[in-house]
């Protein structure tokens, strides 16, 4: 079984900052991509950024240029550096990652239980 535990929501300014943390723990032979999805009330999950085994990165087009998604491999963590937040990036931000558990297995799609980040009018 794997984790996902997700860490640093909470409230921001308008024009603040702040860190998404993310630690995968288990049965874990290897992590290939990890990401962070959002969701608001009503709207599908969405990707905000993604970074793949190798480092490519992907961003989606609201949040380029102010947020940075950066990983540890070794210790199987994935951080979201949010910066210049706006009312529109208020939501729940869900950690993603792709896990094989063991060699003889394909890997699978876990995700951590949610932070939500509120960022006021």
């Known amino acids: 079984q794997v984790q996902l535990v997700e860490s640093g929501g909470g409230s921001a300014q308008p024009g603040g900052s702040l860190r998404l943390s993310c630690a995968a723990s288990?049965?874990?032979?290897?992590?290939?991509?990890m990401a962070w999805f959002r969701q608001v009330p009503g709207k599908q999950r969405v990707r905000v950024a993604s970074i793949a085994g190798g480092g490519d990165t992907y961003y989606e087009d609201s949040v380029k240029g102010r947020f940075t998604i950066s990983r540890d491999t070794a210790k199987n963590v994935v951080q979201l550096q949010m910066n210049s937040l706006t009312p529109e990036d208020t939501a729940v931000y869900y950690c993603y990652a792709q896990v094989r558990t063991s060699y003889f297995r394909s890997a699978e799609d876990y995700w951590g239980q949610g932070t939500q980040v509120t960022v006021p009018f």
């Open positions: 288990g049965s874990i032979f290897r992590v290939w991509d």
